[in-house]
């Protein structure tokens, strides 16, 4: 059986990287370097290798989630699917879209193709990137209060 611990502990793991990037990470860069392609480039890396790890601790989080959800609901406690996984595969689907799809949209617009500006896919990323920071906090608080 899965305790709850683990999950908690990657949830809140996932939640200060996240944090740690958003807050910390990428404005830092743009502090330091007075050239903006550069700063750019780092927090495009940045963002890149988080969104992987994203990917990563979502299938994990999410298959330990389901499997604790299961055991429950054979116990007659609860359900197959909980609120728990809703946020997990919420913080997904902002992955998905905040960084594999609009990315690519994004460096089609700096390159001067496309229909939407930068500055507007850029803010609709970061959008993504808010909600998915909360939804993971949430995730984390909700697997600790137990």
């Known amino acids: 059986m899965t305790t709850t611990r683990l999950p908690a502990w990657l949830a809140g793991l996932w939640a200060g990287a996240l944090w740690g990037v958003g807050l910390i990470g990428a404005p830092a860069v743009f502090a330091i370097t007075s050239l903006r392609e550069i700063a750019g480039r780092i927090a495009a890396q940045m963002f890149m290798r988080e969104a992987?790890?994203?990917?990563a601790l979502?299938?994990?989080l999410f298959l330990m989630l389901r499997k604790m959800a299961r055991v429950a609901a054979t116990a007659?406690?609860?359900s197959v699917f909980n609120a728990n996984m809703l946020l997990v595969l919420?913080?997904?689907f902002c992955t998905v879209a905040g960084y594999f799809v609009l990315h690519p949209m994004m460096d089609a617009a700096?390159?001067?193709r496309g229909g939407v500006s930068?500055?507007?896919l850029h803010g609709i990323s970061a959008g993504f990137y808010l909600l998915?920071?909360?939804l993971v906090s949430v995730l984390a608080w909700r697997l600790t209060r137990r």
């Open 58 to 60: 979502a299938v994990v």
């Open 132 to 134: 998915k920071s909360v």
């Open 90 to 92: 919420g913080a997904l």
């Open 76 to 78: 007659g406690a609860g």
């Open 118 to 120: 930068f500055a507007a």
């Open 110 to 112: 700096r390159a001067g």
């Open 52 to 55: 992987y790890l994203s990917v």
